[in-house]
């Protein structure tokens, strides 16, 4: 038999964020996305006082440039002034929210709000109930429910 050379197999790498973390005075982290278009530096997002902070700025920005595509690559009047208020939004949100961030905490949902998914229930659960417990007592009854 002959042993064929093969190709190694391409693995596919993560896709590498655009945004990078630099070190900066007293503890502080900067937060940097890599040029693209026409720049040639990088852009400045944002100095925050913790890296789980600067973490957090990342991640906010890598949501607001997933809605607005080419946000960093607009070079009018217009579009810079468009990308200074994202990116104020996006520091201001991380702000507010920077006990939990600190403490590792995500925020809470609010009352009412439902977890994303299909919907599907487990088990024989009726709606609005545990599947232990009995079905509340008609208005017109004269049962006693503790009289077991």
Avoid: W
Avoid at 19 to 37: C, E, I, N, S
Avoid at 58 to 77: G, I, M, R
Avoid at 132 to 146: C, I, R
């Amino acid at each position: 038999m002959t042993d064929k050379k093969r190709r190694p197999t391409k693995k596919r790498s993560a896709a590498k964020s655009p945004y990078f973390l630099q070190p900066g005075k007293q503890g502080a982290v900067t937060v940097y996305r890599r040029p693209a278009g026409n720049r040639i530096d990088a852009k400045l997002c944002g100095t925050m006082p913790s890296r789980a902070m600067a973490l957090a700025l990342v991640k906010q920005l890598e949501k607001a440039e997933s809605v607005v595509h080419d946000l960093f690559l607009e070079a009018t009047d217009d579009g810079i002034e468009a990308l200074e208020a994202v990116l104020e939004a996006c520091r201001q949100s991380v702000v507010r929210r920077a006990p939990s961030i600190e403490a590792g905490v995500t925020a809470p949902r609010p009352a009412g709000a439902r977890k994303r998914g299909r919907g599907r229930r487990r088990g024989s659960a009726r709606r609005g109930g545990t599947p232990n417990e009995a079905p509340p007592a008609e208005p017109g009854s004269t049962a006693d429910p503790s009289a077991a």
